[in-house]
């Protein structure tokens, strides 16, 4: 079946303990992506991967990291997470650029992360 | 940067009923996506409408596109209880690197 997941789905933390939510499609996607979601500002993209080893900054990018090392998986790391990144986490995946006529964006599951 | 808006922010009907909602954009486009999100969960992708089209069928879903309007409509027919969710509309960036989303309509259905 074709999919993103997520991992973990839910997670609780203190404030300035490293974590990795990881990413991962089964689809050969050259294209994924980071966003939160946060109430009353919707989605908002934190990064995103064009192909391996191609990243870039989205509209939140401060406080977290991500790599591409491999095609299939996209990590999002916050080295010292706070309290202003609880939020709703998703990524997501899709075959080109977004800006192709007919491409639609696969979306994970989502973590819930909560920093205390 | 916010590019589509969806129009009402809430709905609330009964079963067996129609749902429009609405969504107007800012910039030109080469698609139009709609997700529908269930409480705290996952986006699950409904329809993309490209800018050539005007109207597009899924099921009980309709979606039109004006693009000299700048907006989009998406009409459930026959609603569901099981079709209270949020529903978003999505539209990619001028990059082509990121979906630029709206604040979402939240649909209830009462049976």
């Known amino acids: ?40 500002l919707g989605l908002r993209q934190i990064y995103y991967s064009m192909n391996v080893e191609v990243t870039d900054k989205g509209d939140v990018p ?13 990590p999002l790391i916050l080295e010292s997470p706070s309290p202003n990144q609880t939020s709703l986490y998703f990524c ?25 | 940067s916010q590019q589509g808006e969806e129009d009402p ?3 609330s009907i009964q079963e067996g009923e129609n749902a429009t909602m609405n969504c107007s954009y800012k910039t030109s486009i ?3 996506q709609w997700y529908r999100q269930n409480s705290g969960r996952g986006l699950v992708h409904l329809i993309l409408i490209r800018s050539n089209e005007r109207e597009k069928h899924s099921g009980r879903l309709r979606v039109t596109l ?13 609603s569901r209880a099981a079709d209270t969710a949020s529903y978003f509309c999505a539209t990619p960036n001028q990059a082509g690197t990121a979906l630029i989303f709206g604040k979402g309509t939240t649909l209830s259905v009462s049976s």
């Open chain 1, 1 to 40: 079946e074709a999919q993103v997941t997520q991992n973990p789905r839910y997670l609780i933390t203190v404030t300035g303990k490293k974590l990795t939510v990881t990413c991962s499609q089964n689809m050969n996607h050259e294209y994924m992506s980071w966003y939160r979601q946060d109430p009353g």
């Open chain 1, 62 to 74: 401060e406080g977290y990291k991500v790599s591409r090392k491999e095609k299939r998986n996209f």
């Open chain 1, 92 to 116: 997501a995946s899709s075959s080109l650029g977004l800006a192709d006529t007919y491409n639609e964006q696969f979306f994970g599951p989502g973590t819930r992360l909560t920093v205390l």
């Open chain 2, 9 to 11: 922010q809430a709905l």
């Open chain 2, 30 to 32: 080469n698609n139009l």
């Open chain 2, 66 to 78: 004006d693009t000299s309007k700048k907006s989009s409509s998406l009409l459930i027919t026959a």
